[in-house]
């Protein structure tokens, strides 16, 4: 059965293209890419012994402390969630809520697939070189995988629900589903979702072992793509009950239960959250004007969903990657195409799948290249995850847009 829709009442992310959705829609504009050689300091207490030939997508600035309040949360991650909690004036946005439904009545939903790990990491590094650990921060908290919602929380001084979602690359697109499911059931009247990933050796290693980190800029959907560029991003957005200019219309999930690491050839997992996601819009793939894509530059990541467009949409629906922009931003990357796709559907301007040049034949009649102005209705949002969880968001524009 369709559900309600949500009103998305404010959104905001930071990446490597800058803070807030100004820097965004510039970059998407000219076409700009975020993405850079990796160096031996660009994450860490101290630097890499050996930098992989990489391009990663840096936030740049991160080395500041969190403020001396929320010391015991300090970490690259917490200090990247921070930074865009005060995008777009986002920390502003949620106490309007809170002071329209009560600290009580807002749910916290949070995706991440790594949070405080790079601190873990950093200690361990020092074990290494010194024989003891750092001097621990007084919560032990930090060391956990609900270290982001802890800290976000205690940032936002909520006390409704709070959700930590770990689904690899999906985890941040699940938290929308997971915040409608909570405002929908009377658990809670408004939201605060998103997701955080940051820089670090576990990811950027463990990518590298299983040779899918690119040497060069990554190109989604480029017959001649290599793999992944590493990014991290912050991506915030505020649900609530209601009309308004924009909408979450529908959320769909599954999991292929295929493979460890590898997605299913046939694509039936995604199909079936993207059927999902149409049934509780109420709505078609006739109805979707623009689709923001997983597209990671992954050989086989790129192979399903080019083939999940070609025979779910018709010829000319456009389609893009943002993660030539952004890098790949893990557990992050649900919410931050979220926000691009709202961005889409607020502004007209559909971006272009930056450094791809000559695209899958299965994406020739979907894959922009280049940014276009095009007003559309609604719009789906992917994110396939590392071993098949994948999530489909849909959005719209409401009455009033």
């Known amino acids: 059965m369709p559900i309600p829709p949500l009103r998305v009442s404010a959104f905001t992310a930071v990446s490597a293209l800058g803070d807030g959705c100004q820097a965004m829609q510039a970059a998407v504009a000219s076409g700009r890419s975020g993405l850079q050689p990796l160096g031996l300091h660009d994450f860490g207490a101290r630097p890499l012994v050996e930098a992989p030939q990489t391009w990663v997508g840096r936030v740049d600035g991160l080395e500041q402390a969190l403020p001396g309040r929320f010391s015991h949360w300090d970490c690259r991650n917490n200090r990247l969630a921070w930074r865009g909690l005060l995008a777009d004036g986002f920390a502003e946005s949620v106490a309007q809520a809170v002071a329209r439904h009560g600290a009580g009545r807002v749910a916290l939903v949070l995706g991440s697939s790594t949070a405080s790990i790079g601190e873990t990491e950093d200690g361990y590094a020092a074990l290494a070189v010194t024989g003891r650990f750092p001097p621990q921060p007084d919560n032990r908290s930090l060391h956990t995988l609900h270290s982001l919602t802890g800290f976000v929380k205690e940032a936002l001084g909520l006390q409704g629900i709070e959700l930590s979602i770990s689904t690899a690359c999906s985890s941040s697109a699940k938290a929308f589903a997971a915040a409608e499911r909570l405002i929908r059931l009377g658990l809670a009247d408004a939201a605060v979702v998103g997701g955080v990933d ?13 040779q899918l980190v690119s040497p060069e800029p990554c190109r989604p959907f480029d017959v001649n793509r290599q793999g992944i560029s590493i990014g991290e991003a912050a991506a915030f957005a505020l649900l609530e009950r209601g009309d308004g200019d924009l909408l979450l219309l529908g959320h769909g999930e599954s999991s292929d239960a295929h493979h460890l690491s590898a997605p299913d050839p046939e694509g039936v997992g995604a199909a079936a959250a993207l ?19 997983h597209g990671t530059a992954t050989p086989k990541n790129d192979e399903v969903e080019a083939r999940l467009i070609a025979q779910r949409f018709a010829p000319g629906t456009p389609a893009s990657s943002t993660k030539g922009m952004t890098g790949h931003t893990l557990g992050a990357a649900g919410a931050l195409g979220a926000v691009f796709t709202l961005l889409a559907l607020r502004d007209g301007l559909l ?27 609604c719009a789906a949002s992917h994110a396939f995850a590392f071993g098949g969880s994948n999530s489909v968001l849909l959005f719209g524009r409401g009455a009033g847009a």
Do not use: N
């Open 198 to 210: 940051s820089l670090c050796g576990s990811v950027l290693f463990g990518f590298h072992a299983l």
């Open 275 to 293: 059927e999902m996601a149409l049934k509780r819009a109420g709505l078609t793939t006739a109805d979707i004007g623009y689709l923001h894509l």
């Open 351 to 377: 971006p272009g799948t930056v450094q791809t040049r000559t695209p899958e034949p299965a994406m020739a009649h979907h894959l922009l290249l280049r940014p276009v102005r095009q007003d559309i209705g």
